[in-house]
């Protein structure tokens, strides 16, 4: 089969919505610094902007503009909590009550997402043959072994956890494929063909997307793209 992509100008991926709400919030993250540098923000006022309260709503806005709809709500009903607790006084059943029901809520979402059934991802044990599939780590880790010869692309989330994901027997799509990455203080490792042209495009904070494979005889028709976003944490490109 003829490869369209031409290889001095592969295709590249839109920019997601999410990718640019993450560069909204750096915006204004840079304008708050200059406000508080200058003295126009109240201590009250820095205590709640730089917290890590704040970061949580933040990613959780991020999550709701990607269309991550229960994680974001969740992330956000946090950090207000928090925040509403440190000047209010709540009542003591509900503190009472708060982690163990994010706890609950985290097993919903590994159950849910386990026995789920969808044309997307169909996988449900560690190696499997997939043209697309999602892989979420929540305080644990996965090994996957993917085989495909048209793949597209994945989606990747790691909250305290981090997963292994071997695509050595892989095919990219003559369009080449995306990875979407959702990584908080946890970690990803990508083994991919040697010859495979990686293009990285991840949004990080305290974290990062690194390719330390050896890179020689690279084939510019065969992209992959890396996005999404790493807050302390990251992900590591490797061959063998």
């Known amino acids: 089969m003829k490869n369209n992509i031409n290889p001095s100008n ?5 920019i997601s919505k999410k990718a640019i709400m993450f560069g909204i919030l750096v915006i204004l993250f840079g304008v708050a610094l200059l406000l508080r540098n200058f ?3 109240t201590d009250e006022q820095r205590s709640i902007i730089f ?47 708060f982690w163990p029901a994010v706890v609950i809520t985290i097993g ?25 599939f999602e892989d979420t780590s929540i305080f644990g880790g996965n090994n996957k072994f993917i085989k495909n010869s048209n793949f597209h692309g994945a989606k990747i989330t790691a909250i305290f956890g981090g997963s292994k994901i071997n695509m050595q027997q892989v095919i990219l799509s003559p369009e080449g494929a ?63």
Not at 55 to 79: C, D, Q, R
Not at 108 to 132: G, M, P, Q, W
Request: glycine share 10%; proline share 5%.
């Open 108 to 132: 919903v979402i590994i159950l849910t997402k386990h026995f789920r059934i969808s044309h997307n991802c169909r996988f449900k044990t560690t190696d499997e043959v997939a043209e697309y």
């Open 178 to 240: 995306t990875i979407d990455m959702t990584i908080v203080f946890g970690g990803c490792e990508l083994v991919v063909p040697p010859d495979w042209n990686v293009h990285l495009g991840s949004n990080n904070i305290f974290g990062g997307t690194n390719d330390k494979r050896i890179l020689t005889d690279i084939d510019p028709s065969k992209n992959i793209y890396i996005k999404g976003t790493c807050i302390f944490g990251g992900c590591e490109i490797k061959s063998y």
């Open 10 to 14: 592969p295709q590249k991926p839109p």
């Open 51 to 97: 917290s890590w309260k704040t970061i949580l709503i933040a990613i959780g806005i991020m999550n709701l503009v990607g269309k991550e709809f229960f994680s974001g709500m969740m992330l956000i009903v946090i950090g207000l909590f928090f925040h509403l607790s440190h000047y209010y006084e709540l009542p003591i059943n509900v503190k009472n009550l």
């Open 39 to 41: 003295g126009v923000l």
